[in-house]
């Protein structure tokens, strides 16, 4: 089955959230985080340890 990463990023947070429930800044800085090294000249390093 073929689910989007979308969707599975959406269900993952909304559990971990829910779970786990951290602040709002630790969640925040995560996703400027991600959001920031993803642009940058560290993503081929970041893609070849995800996959």
């Known amino acids: ?3 989007p990463l979308w ?3 959406l269900v993952v947070g ?5 779970l786990i429930r ?3 800044w630790l969640v ?5 985080g991600g959001y ?5 000249i ?5 893609d070849t340890i995800v996959k």
């Open 1 to 3: 089955m073929d689910v």
């Open 7 to 9: 969707l599975a990023l």
């Open 14 to 18: 909304f559990l971990g959230i829910k």
């Open 22 to 24: 951290p602040p709002w």
């Open 28 to 32: 925040a800085v995560l996703l400027l």
């Open 36 to 40: 920031l090294v993803a642009d940058s």
């Open 42 to 46: 560290l993503s081929p390093a970041v």
